[in-house]
């Protein structure tokens, strides 16, 4: 059975709510297929057309997280939520960068929806999960740590985070991954989560990802939302 809360922040972050997907797969492709490739060029060709000329800060999705990590004190962007980067990369003419099947397909999806999501290996965690406030005995092993930065660099305190136990799977909410448990190719079981603040549906985001990982990834996948009204989730 895997539990997750997000009782901690409601007091704080009361419109905070994320979908959690259970993903079950025989393997994971490191290469798109076809349809994938064509859902990702038409998510960023949607990005550059709807958002261009545009101010980062002027996207409501974008918007909603750079209030939500001024609320634990973030005054600046020198941090910046996953979607944000997502979103201002492929607005600088990028694409979303090529990674594994089912990474590039969720890293689709938040571009589409503008919407933060992460992924783990369930395999290599605990299965109660928690979005909460550090603690002094959390850890985090950056899975890319800047130049000249150590790897490990745990969470400061009242930072979001996201964690397994003790284990920070993604610090300051849905900045950077823990090391530990990344998708890889050899991946057979996945816990996804799909965030928002205030901004943007994901049921409708959550209902994208399931039906992509279906028909391009042949993947399973089980559905439940965590928000003010049902904080704890359980699923099977």
Same mark, same amino acid.
Request: glycine residues 6%; hydrophobic residues 45%.
């Given at each position: ?8 922040? !409601?007091?704080?972050?009361? %419109? ?13 492709? $490191? ?6 490739? #064509? ?16 101010? !980062? ?16 004190g973030i005054k600046s962007t020198s941090y910046r939520s996953s979607v944000e980067r997502l979103v201002k990369r492929v607005l600088a003419g990028d694409s979303v960068p090529a990674i594994n099947g089912f990474v590039d ?12 999501? *992460?992924?783990?290996?369930? %395999? ?7 979005? +909460?406030?550090? +603690? ?9 740590? *800047?130049? *000249? ?8 305190? *009242? ?28 991946? +057979? ?23 992509? #990982?279906? $028909?391009?990834?042949?993947? $399973?996948?089980?559905?439940?939302? /965590? %928000? +003010? ?6 699923? /099977?």
């Amino acid at each position: 059975m895997l539990r997750l809360s997000i009782t901690d922040l !409601l007091s704080t972050f009361p %419109d905070f709510r994320t979908a959690v997907l259970l993903i079950e797969t025989d393997g994971i492709a $490191t290469q798109r297929t076809p349809g994938l490739a #064509a859902y990702i060029a038409e998510a960023e060709a949607t990005c550059r057309t709807r958002w261009a000329g545009m101010e !980062l800060s002027a996207i409501p999705g974008i918007a909603a997280w750079r209030r939500a990590y001024k609320g634990f004190g973030i005054k600046s962007t020198s941090y910046r939520s996953s979607v944000e980067r997502l979103v201002k990369r492929v607005l600088a003419g990028d694409s979303v960068p090529a990674i594994n099947g089912f990474v590039d397909l969720y890293n689709a999806v938040s571009l589409a929806h503008v919407l933060c999501l *992460g992924a783990d290996d369930l %395999d290599r965690i605990t299965p109660d999960l928690a979005f +909460r406030f550090a +603690r002094d005995d959390d850890t985090f092993i950056d899975m890319a740590p *800047g130049e *000249g930065l150590p790897a490990e660099q745990p969470p400061k305190p *009242g930072e979001v985070v996201y964690a397994s136990g003790s284990t920070v799977l993604c610090r300051r909410w849905n900045w950077r991954q823990d090391a530990r448990s990344i998708v890889t190719p050899q991946t +057979r079981r996945i816990v996804l989560t799909l965030q928002s603040h205030g901004e943007g549906s994901v049921e409708a985001a959550a209902q994208a990802l399931m039906t992509l #990982a279906q $028909t391009e990834l042949d993947m $399973t996948s089980r559905l439940a939302i /965590a %928000d +003010r009204e049902t904080p704890l989730i359980e699923l /099977a």
